[in-house]
């Protein structure tokens, strides 16, 4: 998140702590912080895709090994 982006969404948590934050400035800030998911929603999608270098062995599996 840029220092702008920053600045203006603690303004409006100022704002919105104090009561006078408009409907105008709330959509604005939704719409700043819905974006900046989209970006995350991608980044993490392509991170659910990956494939684990090992695989993870069942919790089954080992409790079986150690005789519970």
Do not use: C, F, H, Y
């Not at 998140?1 to 920053?6: A, K, T």
């Amino acid at each position: 998140m840029s220092p702008e982006v920053s600045s203006k969404l603690a303004t409006w948590r100022q704002k919105a702590l104090d009561n006078t934050l408009t409907q105008e400035e709330m959509r604005e800030a939704i719409k700043l912080m819905r974006g900046d998911r989209v970006g995350a929603s991608i980044a993490s999608a392509k991170s659910r895709t990956a494939k684990a270098k090992a695989e993870i062995p069942s919790a089954d599996d080992l409790l079986s090994e150690l005789g519970l």
